[in-house]
């Protein structure tokens, strides 16, 4: 059994009600497949892959075997104008599951560093092709991009930017749902491919030549989980390559399997001019994410560039080798264990269950694609979010992980789940969401 610590208060914990959890603390010690231990020994079944990451399962013998492994070798080296073999097997290991034409891959620590790293060489680019006046971004809302300056900016929830500043030069698209149209849809909504038309508004109002970049998740994962419609992303690649503006899919929840495929683009038949990435590359057991740039964007700069340094940019911890070694074993055992078709597989009886969830009298929708889910309850009056930090509470209680956003319960189980794991989610979410109404 592993003691809690006595003293909480040093800690500013992230994205978290500091004076609640604190008053009245939950915590892991320790974790296994598909599941978590408590300090006190409760097992917890994952219903959310840690914090939509841990994709292969908890602690991956061959995983923490190859960090281990590394950190004896080589605990670190620098990759600003050297380099470790590792971190060049990782890059051709990635490119070889991207879309075709992304092949070539800039390392970061994160999804918000992969984010600003996108924008960034989008910029880069077009000023590299004598593009110059292309400096305007287009997210969209309830669109999350991580939280630093630029993926705040393009990014559309309203609680992550009215603290900050946002850099100039941003506009954004209307989001994608509609529960008129599209409550309770398993997959892509048939309604809302029409709602991509606004980005050639967009290009009317501010001209082509000043827009550099448009981001979007293809599925929106942190708002709620909201599928794109039918066509939606189709359009969007349409109108952005007709107007040589970049498309970049933000894939940091989507990537490794979630939808049914590698990504997210290959899963809805769209491929972007970059793709973002981080938490399923390396299971979450090392800090690490990575853009994919199509090859014509490397060559855009590098070819164009004046003798020396390209692109000024990079960070310290860029193909880390512990990271290296860990999304080397993890891509390794997607592979091995055929994860991504695995995830695929499971989407249906997967609806099936969350769907089942219908009859609930405060569930208002029901939304489900590959191997995700948002469940949304009815808010409490004047109590936006209440429900769902309640469920959250009970249900961890009960021995289920969920994640609430607002008043919606978001799930990505491990895609190593069996059948008997998601009756289990179901079965204990709803009783935690009888028991909190």
Not at 153 to 182: A, C, K, M, W
Not at 346 to 370: E, F, S, Y
Request: net charge negative; glycine share 12%; aromatic share 8%.
């Amino acid at each position: 059994m592993t003691t809690p610590p006595n003293d909480l208060s040093a800690f500013w914990m992230p994205f978290t009600d500091n004076r609640g959890y604190k008053a009245e603390p939950r915590m892991f010690a320790r974790a296994a497949g598909m599941h978590y231990w408590t300090p006190d020994g409760r097992q917890v079944l994952d219903g959310t892959g840690g914090l939509w990451c841990v994709n292969a399962g908890h602690c991956r013998a061959p995983i923490t075997r190859a960090i281990a492994e590394a950190a004896g070798e080589l605990d670190f080296a620098p990759t600003f104008q050297l380099a470790h073999p590792s971190v060049f097997r990782l890059a051709t290991k990635i490119a070889g599951i991207t879309p075709e034409g992304l092949d070539r891959i800039f390392f970061t620590n994160s999804g918000s560093e992969s984010v600003d790293t996108a924008l960034k060489i989008a910029l880069a680019y077009q000023r590299s092709i004598g593009q110059g006046t292309r400096t305007r971004l287009i997210g969209r809302q309830r669109g999350y991009h991580g939280v630093n300056f630029g993926g705040v900016s393009v990014g559309g929830i309203v609680g992550n930017r009215r603290q900050f500043l946002s850099l100039p030069g941003v506009d954004h698209l209307t989001h994608t749902y509609s529960h008129e149209h599209q409550a309770f849809t398993r997959g892509q909504p048939d309604w809302g491919a029409h709602l991509a038309d606004e980005l050639e508004a967009l290009v009317n109002l501010h001209g082509a030549e000043t827009i550099a970049a448009v981001i979007v998740e293809p599925m929106a994962g942190s708002t709620g989980v909201l599928a794109p419609p039918k066509g939606y992303l189709e359009k969007l690649r349409a109108i952005t390559a007709k107007h040589g503006i970049l498309l970049i899919f933000d894939e940091v929840i989507t990537g490794f399997g979630r939808v049914g495929a590698a990504f997210a683009a290959q899963a809805f038949g769209v491929t972007p001019d970059m793709i973002t990435m981080a938490k399923g590359l390396t299971n979450g057991a090392v800090p690490m994410g990575a853009v994919a740039c199509a090859n014509f964007i490397h060559d855009g700069i590098v070819d164009n560039a004046a003798p020396g340094i390209e692109l000024f940019h990079g960070y310290t911890y860029s193909g880390h080798p512990l990271a290296a070694a860990a999304g080397l074993a993890t891509l390794d055992i997607y592979a091995d264990e055929d994860l991504f078709a695995r995830g695929a597989a499971l989407a249906g009886p997967w609806a099936d269950a969350m769907h089942g969830l219908r009859d609930l009298d405060v569930v208002q929708d029901i939304r489900t694609v590959g191997f995700v889910a948002g469940i949304e309850m009815k808010p409490k009056p004047d109590a936006i979010g209440a429900r769902g930090k309640a469920v959250f509470h009970r249900a961890f209680d009960d021995g289920l992980l969920v994640r609430a956003t607002a008043d919606t319960i978001a799930l990505s189980p491990p895609l190593i789940a069996s059948e008997a794991d998601i009756g289990e989610i179901a079965d204990k979410l709803r009783k935690a969401i009888v028991a909190a109404a």
